[in-house]
């Protein structure tokens, strides 16, 4: 049995994804709304429920990378439950990833 994580811990582990960035978009993935839950299953192993922009998205293993590389040294050991329902869109990016789009151009 494993102990439940915090929410300190899980804030760290938040911030870490933040350096994980859309190669499309060039946006973080926290702020763009790709993350849907972190949790923890029974074995403690960090489980990212998260979608792409797209289901067709060429860059799943460029993700995969670097978040890999931003967790490493925050959990023993990760997997992604790619989650495609309910699709993403921009009504999920946070107002933060909103100021980032407008700063690229985009219009919110």
Not at 33 to 40: E, H, K, V
Not at 41 to 47: A, P, R, S
Not at 64 to 69: D, F, H, L
């Given at each position: ?22 190669p499309e978009l060039d946006i973080n993935i926290v702020d ?35 978040i890999s590389a931003s967790l490493n040294g925050v959990v023993d ?32």
């Amino acid at each position: 049995m494993t102990t439940e994580p915090t929410p300190e811990k899980y804030d760290q582990i938040e911030d870490s994804l933040r350096e994980v960035v859309d190669p499309e978009l060039d946006i973080n993935i926290v702020d763009l709304g790709l993350i849907y839950d972190l949790s923890f299953d029974d074995e403690g192993e960090l489980v990212i429920s998260m979608t792409l922009t797209s289901a067709g998205c060429p860059l799943t293993d460029v993700l995969e990378e670097q978040i890999s590389a931003s967790l490493n040294g925050v959990v023993d050991s990760f997997r992604i439950n790619w989650v495609w329902m309910p699709p993403w869109g921009p009504e999920r990016i946070t107002p933060e990833g909103r100021d980032m789009m407008r700063a690229l151009g985009f219009a919110f």
